[in-house]
């Protein structure tokens, strides 16, 4: 009698610690990790996304508002990018003397100023 509840507590105690063969997380022999509360709410923000972006696709035709809306900022962006280049065409077409940038420093000449 006491030499099987000795073996039986052995072998109680060898399961406790036996761990899988291979990999520990991946495959038939694995230790899987119970979710904590935060995963689970993770996964449902997660899942209401997707579901945001299927709806989204499956209804993916606009309102005659939502073109107007959609056209006149089109329109704005292209507005402010032909302002921008026009911009940038004035300020770089205009040609540039050496002395010009160098005017400031004409200031304290004396030869200048007889």
Request: glycine share 4%; aromatic share 10%.
């Amino acid at each position: 009698m006491r030499l099987t509840n000795f073996l039986f507590l052995e072998a109680k105690k060898y399961k406790r610690h036996r761990l899988p063969h291979g990999h520990l997380y991946h495959g038939k022999h694995k230790i899987i990790v119970p979710p904590t509360a935060l995963e689970v709410a993770q996964l449902g923000r997660e899942l209401e996304i997707e579901e945001r972006n299927m709806f989204y696709l499956r209804h993916s035709y606009l309102t005659k508002e939502e073109s107007k809306a959609h056209r006149a900022a089109l329109e704005y962006c292209t507005k402010a990018t032909r302002d921008l280049r026009t911009y940038k065409m004035n300020k770089f077409s205009q040609p540039e003397r050496l002395s010009e940038h160098l005017e400031h420093l004409r200031h304290g000449e004396r030869w200048d100023c007889i």
